[in-house]
């Protein structure tokens, strides 16, 4: 058996997503290995972190500031909102550079179910930027979820009355994904998006 403080380490390493107790224990084992370059440059980097990232008061970003980078870059699209589910999806969109406007973390999805409703997200906070004025286009990227649907539906409900443009993403086939590896679900999106060639 470790001591205390491996086993500390262990059971927090092991709470993040993706990694369960074997894998914690691996990466505590490479941690301690190498102190040095592994182990103290990630407790400084946690500890800075955890100093310094802030929730954004706009779009629910995160960031070393608020308002974040993203919705003070004066280069940024202003009329466009890209409405994500969560912080990780602004960086997913962000890899790409496909995307210049600006972005609104709702912080979950409606699930009635799990006792998620509108007054537990940021919608409210969406219309009232929407009201604001400025804003001509809101792009719902949201998951393809029946609770992602749900969320979709709502918040475009609830925009309906601005006289701006509520978009989503295309759902369907992905660029180079062959028909035979793909779930029903998608395909039957892919017939139902389709378009003219």
Known sequence: MAGAEIEALIRQLSRLPG?????????????IKRRDSLLDPLARALTAA?????????????????????????????????VV???ADIWALERTAAYRGLYHVTGGLLSPLDGVGPGDLRIDDLTRRVREG???EAILALSATVE??????????RLKDTGITVSGLAHGVPVGGQLDCLDDGTISAALKARRAV
């Open 19 to 31: 990694l369960g107790p074997r894998s914690a224990r691996r990466i505590a084992l490479a941690l």
């Open 50 to 82: 955890a100093e310094a990232v802030k929730v954004c008061k706009v779009c629910g970003n995160f960031d070393s500031q608020s308002p974040c980078t993203i919705c003070t870059d004066a280069k940024r699209d202003r009329a466009t909102i890209c």
């Open 85 to 87: 589910e969560d912080v």
């Open 134 to 136: 400025g804003v001509k």
């Open 148 to 157: 992602g649907q749900t969320t979709a539906h709502y918040i475009a409900d």
